[in-house]
């Protein structure tokens, strides 16, 4: 009697044990962990199922407020209607999730809808909407954008913060007056940088004077405001005081200054530049600079860049000095290239690509032809580009060595071609990439989808659409809905029924460990020549982009990679393995 109470009492654990194994992979816990793993899961997969209607009326409010955010960001608009219901939850934090996931819907005519709601709201929350107004009204909304305008001058500071910067998002020109005021008279400072922000990027150009004022701030943010507003007219007389933005002890206010007088272009533009140039030792400013007199086409820095040619171990400013030296000094420059081919850098010789495109004539041929054979697709896709230009007669033979070529960066690149060239002999071919069972790139498909909308309307429009329909169908999701949006562009037929629902990153059983794992957000170390970069992972915000980032990152995928985009003042863009913005999930 005893064994057998013994025995029993082991197979209850064991199927107690597993019966809690089973109740957790199905997701059948009822759990706060486990109902936000389900809520992320269903966003990851795009799809609002019955259980939002459980998720949105939760007691919890960090539920409500997570399912509100899913909704908006999956975009489906059937069930975005009920986040204005939630405008009204007793919980702030939630209401104002929903407010701002209305403004992510894309639904244009939910602006309107958010204007007729939300007049009597509390101040945070009507900041919100007037934000999410900003983000989906447009030009040609006029009603939606008067009426928010008006907002700029609503006695709490945050709504009229968020007033300016929907002004500039709905391009509502006729608000320009009003930012000015409120830019020049605006008791709260962060309120007047907003308008500061909105009138430069809508580059309204006649207050002058007022970016003038704004120059000698201590914010280096409002100096380059400041001083892109200066730099809208192109103005020669603007050109000192724009100048003095090249002694600035910030380096991104000083490419502003440079991209700025770049812009002006007038001979005293080009000896501040010049001079700029003479003293510089910044490495990202000094390319900055070759750039800018590469795009002016002046050879008044020629001399120092033969020099840097010879002397700076920066790759980056031998390959920038190298393209404006072709620009100015066209053929001459060939002997040069080409006592630098050994130096065996791929950017290097990518760069090498684009500076025999602005020499041009028959002697750069044979040299591109090299570079297009190169092992590196960083310099075969240069050379790609470079090698269709100067070269058209031969453009289908350097498309069809794309299309067979073993990396889908070159296989896109020429796909892109196709389109723009619009030749329907490519069609068959671009039709074979993307038929049921092909193994093509998720890149190389959309770009397929991409130049078959290209075709549409000609001579090869049933093949175009026959591409087009295959595109729907495909299994990616991105692939599907490129397609759709051609359709409904391009066609005037609604496919969005028809898009694939994407595959998941994850389990949401998983996603339930990474929220138990990271109830902290975790940071990231990052190791560079120029020092280290400590920076906090929003996991709570975006829990599948942070969880991918430390799987890549604990894999090695980002070990020993360049920053391959370094824009001062603009970007910073790193973690790709191809170094061109194109080579994987980083």
Not at 318 to 346: G, Q
Not at 402 to 420: E, H, M, N, P, R
Not at 482 to 504: C, E, R, V
Request: glycine share 6%.
């Amino acid at each position: 009697m005893k064994k057998f109470t013994v025995s029993s009492l082991l197979l209850i654990i064991i199927l107690g044990l597993i019966a809690i194994f089973y109740f957790d992979l199905l997701g059948l816990s009822k759990s706060k962990e486990a109902t936000l793993a389900s809520i992320i899961a269903a966003e990851d997969t795009r799809r609002v199922t019955g259980k939002f209607d459980d998720y949105i009326n939760d007691p919890d409010p960090d539920i409500r407020a997570r399912a509100a955010l899913a909704i908006g960001r999956i975009g489906d608009t059937d069930a975005a209607r009920a986040l204005f219901v939630m405008l009204e939850d007793s919980v702030a934090e939630v209401a104002e999730t929903a407010a701002f996931a209305i403004g992510l819907t894309g639904e244009r005519r939910f602006a309107a809808n958010l204007l007729d709601v939300c007049s009597d709201f509390k101040p945070e929350l009507l900041a919100m909407c007037i934000g999410s107004v900003g983000f989906l009204s447009d030009s040609g909304m006029t009603d939606v954008n008067e009426l928010a305008a008006l907002y700029l001058t609503h006695v709490d500071h945050r709504v009229r913060e968020q007033a300016a910067y929907a002004v500039w998002r709905s391009s509502y020109y006729d608000g320009t007056d009003m930012l000015i005021n409120v830019c020049r008279n605006d008791p709260v400072r962060p309120v007047q940088i907003a308008a500061l922000y909105a009138l430069v990027r809508m580059r309204i150009e006649k207050p002058g004077d007022l970016y003038a004022e704004w120059l000698p701030d201590s914010d280096p943010y409002v100096r380059l405001l400041a001083i892109g507003g200066l730099s809208l007219g192109k103005d020669d007389s603007k050109t000192s005081i724009i100048a003095s933005g090249l002694n600035d002890r910030d380096n991104n206010v000083v490419a502003q200054a440079i991209n700025a007088l770049t812009g002006i272009g007038s001979e005293r533009a080009i000896e501040r530049l010049k001079s700029k140039y003479a003293v510089e030792d910044d490495e990202k400013l000094k390319v900055l600079l070759l750039e800018s007199f590469a795009r002016l086409g002046d050879d008044a820095i020629v001399d120092y860049a033969l020099d840097d040619i010879h002397t700076q171990e920066s790759i980056n400013i031998k390959a920038a000095a190298i393209y404006y030296l072709s620009r100015i000094k066209k053929e001459e420059m060939i002997p040069l290239i080409d006592s630098l081919h050994d130096l065996a850098n791929n950017y290097l010789k990518a760069r090498i690509a684009d500076a025999l495109g602005t020499i041009g004539g028959e002697a750069i041929k044979p040299r591109l032809v090299s570079l297009y054979k190169d092992s590196s697709v960083l310099v075969r896709a240069a050379a790609f580009e470079t090698i269709c230009a100067v070269d058209p007669g031969n453009i289908d033979y350097y498309i069809k060595t794309a299309l067979a070529d073993d990396d889908f960066v070159l296989q896109g690149l020429a796909i892109d071609k196709i389109g723009q060239i619009k030749d329907p002999d490519f069609l068959p071919q671009l039709k074979s990439l993307i038929k049921d069972g092909a193994e093509a790139h998720v890149t190389v498909k959309r770009s397929v989808v991409d130049a078959a909308g290209n075709f549409l309307g000609g001579d090869a429009d049933s093949l175009a659409e026959d591409i087009l329909y295959r595109g729907l169908l495909d299994r990616e999701y991105v692939v599907s809905k490129d397609a759709a949006k051609i359709y409904k562009a391009k066609l005037n037929q609604d496919k969005s029924a028809f898009i694939s629902y994407p595959k998941g990153l994850i389990s949401s059983r998983k996603i339930k460990s990474q929220l138990g794992k990271y109830r902290e957000n975790p940071k990231a170390k990052i190791i560079t020549a120029h020092g280290e970069i400590v920076m906090e992972l929003y996991f709570d915000i975006a829990p599948l982009t942070v969880y991918n980032f430390i799987r890549l990152a604990k894999e090695g995928f980002y070990d020993s990679l360049d920053f391959h985009r370094v824009i001062p003042a603009f970007v910073v863009q790193g973690g790709d393995p191809h170094g061109d913005g194109w080579g994987g999930p980083g």
